[in-house]
């Protein structure tokens, strides 16, 4: 059966829960999944196909997340890799499409990664901390603006193409 391993970082949860639910959609597909934080991955040279997203924290990507795709650029390279970011919140921000940091612009092309895709976030102002973490959680841009529906159907598109690699 063919693997595929879902790869995020983030701080507070929201995006591992977008990992898990792209990894159910995928698992759906008939694919064999594994979940797995940014900073766990040692290896991805047994799976067939990658997908590794990160929270986006003022304008930069998870450090974790980073590293992955710097540790393991060779072998990602030789296979399909997609790459998604979750962050913006707020009703005026739907849908997302946030540019990848530069650095990790740098790393996807050096990968070839498919196109990268921006999911709304999750602010929830008990976990925020600090000056900026209180302004942005205090109004309009707190609570969970992650669209399980795009999420989805992201995830069924990748796994149909998992599948069927000689049709895309
Ligand atoms: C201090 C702080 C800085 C943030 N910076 C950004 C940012 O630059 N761009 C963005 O789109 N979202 C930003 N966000 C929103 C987070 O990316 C969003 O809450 C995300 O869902 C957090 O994911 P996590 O729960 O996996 O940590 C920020 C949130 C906090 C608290």
Do not use: N
């Amino acid at each position: 059966m063919t693997a595929v391993l879902v790869a995020s970082a983030g701080k507070h949860g929201g995006t591992r829960g977008i990992a898990e639910v792209i990894a159910e959609e995928l698992r759906a597909c008939g694919l064999t999944v594994d979940v797995r934080d940014a900073a766990e991955v040692d290896d991805v040279r047994e799976y067939a196909a990658v997908v590794v997203g990160s929270a986006l924290y003022y304008w930069r990507w998870r450090p974790e997340a980073v590293r992955l795709l710097e540790r393991h650029t060779e072998a990602l390279r030789s296979r399909p890799v997609w790459l998604f970011h979750s962050g913006p919140c707020g009703p005026d921000v739907l849908p997302p499409r946030v540019s990848l940091p530069a650095r990790v612009a740098l790393l996807a092309a050096a990968i070839d990664a498919e196109r990268t895709a921006t999911f709304g976030g999750r602010l929830d102002p008990a976990t925020a901390r600090g000056f900026a973490a209180r302004i942005l959680a205090g109004g309009r841009r707190a609570g969970d603006f992650r669209d399980w529906h795009r999420i989805r159907a992201w995830a069924r598109d990748i796994g149909r193409r998992v599948r069927a690699p000689a049709q895309t």
